[in-house]
């Protein structure tokens, strides 16, 4: 699938001032160290781009959560350090993202050199999408590329705000790439075509479950969302995750997808523990032999078994959603197991971001995908077939 939107390949570079909108919201420890620099690592490729050109190249991203004012635990100078490394060459770090001391370092550039602005989110105005602040930022630069897939489903001021003032504008290679694996795969899929969902509630994958029931030819449902199709079949589950006002829908959607011929798994055997807590006792069991009072917190390996199968032949893969509680060891082994499985299919496979991307790293197969996502919400969005404020923003390519 091509993207419509007009494309860092498409715009000229070369001695122009050049704002690119990264997502460097990476995950930091107590010691404000990078625990994972996948995100940083997938815009390379744009920004390498823009300093072979001859850009004055200008970042900019959010981290974390600092509700509109400066918070040293989230300050992204520990990204500008790792970014200095990546790139091999000097980045510098502006202490704020607009303002007189930016304009001074920005108006100091020379081709080739890379400025890193501070969190975005240090101003209240980031998340409002204020003018004011949209305008200050778009100040700062002639070219606008966003390639922060994982911001592209927000609707603030560097996603949607700059691109008003800045006459040039377009996607860098991560966020073409996100948008042609994740609309590609499910517009026009080479079949067979499985879909693979789990995490804890079906509220909060209802529309991708609506969008992808129409276009799959098998689904497989894991992880806590399991239990209310299973509870919505009329069986027992226990002290499990159900959320009872989806029951009625689980059910619709099961019919639903029998009637159109789609085949649909679910779980034949589950891991139950007397508790949530750590270390609390273990079973396995069918899942129409939860004990009362018990959680069921993983696939077993009947499951496993039956949801390996259910792929083994499928040309693409499109997988969403953990099988368990995989963050615990006790309950990540059907989790572990699907990734392998998904990993040894001959197919196209597609990961999409948050936990889902976590867990195939933790299981050591995340070389074996075809492609991760970078962002959880975004890609959530995607494939319930919504547009994203972000690729709305951007200008169509001329044909």
């Not at 499951?303 to 509680?325: C, D, H, R, Y």
Request: aromatic share 6%.
């Amino acid at each position: 699938m091509n993207l419509r939107k007009q494309t860092i390949q498409d715009v000229d570079l070369r001695d122009k001032r050049v704002i690119i909108r990264a997502d460097f919201n990476v995950p930091l420890d107590d010691a404000l160290q990078i625990t994972d620099d996948t995100r940083i690592r997938s815009t390379l490729p744009t920004i390498n781009r823009a300093v072979d050109e001859g850009a004055k190249v200008i970042l900019c991203s959010h981290l974390g959560r600092p509700k509109g004012k400066p918070d040293p635990k989230l300050s992204l100078a520990p990204i500008a350090k790792r970014l200095q490394r990546l790139l091999g060459k000097e980045v510098t770090f502006a202490p704020d993202c607009i303002g007189t001391a930016v304009e001074g370092l920005v108006a100091r550039m020379k081709p080739g050199d890379v400025l890193l602005l501070e969190n975005l989110r240090f101003h209240p105005g980031e998340e409002k999408n204020d003018e004011a602040f949209s305008r200050a930022l778009a100040s700062l630069g002639d070219v606008y590329i966003n390639d922060a897939f994982g911001a592209a489903h927000r609707a603030h001021a560097s996603i949607v705000g700059i691109p008003k003032f800045i006459k040039v504008a377009a996607a860098g290679y991560l966020l073409k790439k996100e948008i042609e694996y994740l609309v590609g795969a499910v517009a026009d899929p080479v079949r067979p075509f499985v879909a693979i969902l789990g995490g804890a509630k079906v509220s909060g994958k209802i529309e991708v479950i609506e969008n992808l029931g129409k276009r799959v030819d098998k689904v497989i449902i894991g992880g806590g969302m399991a239990f209310t199709f299973i509870k919505a079949m009329g069986q027992e589950i226990g002290n499990s995750l159900v959320e009872d006002n989806m029951l009625e829908f689980a059910r619709g959607i099961h019919e639903h997808a029998l009637s159109r011929g789609v085949k649909f798994y679910l779980p034949v055997d589950c891991v139950v523990a007397h508790s949530r807590e750590p270390g609390a006792e273990t079973k396995l069991v069918p899942v129409q032999e939860i004990p009362k009072g018990w959680y069921g917190l993983d696939i077993g390996p009947a499951s496993v078994k039956l949801f390996s199968e259910a792929v083994q032949n499928a040309k693409t893969i499109l997988w969403n959603g953990p099988m368990g509680v995989f963050e615990m060891d006790a309950f990540a082994r059907g989790t572990f197991a699907m990734a392998h499985a998904v990993a040894n299919a001959y197919a196209l496979t597609i990961v999409g971001g948050g936990d889902t991307a976590l867990a195939v790293h933790r299981a050591g197969e995340s070389e074996s995908m075809t492609f991760i996502s970078t962002g959880g919400g975004a890609a959530l969005e995607l494939l319930e077939g919504k547009q994203l404020p972000g690729l709305v923003a951007l200008p169509d390519r001329e044909v």
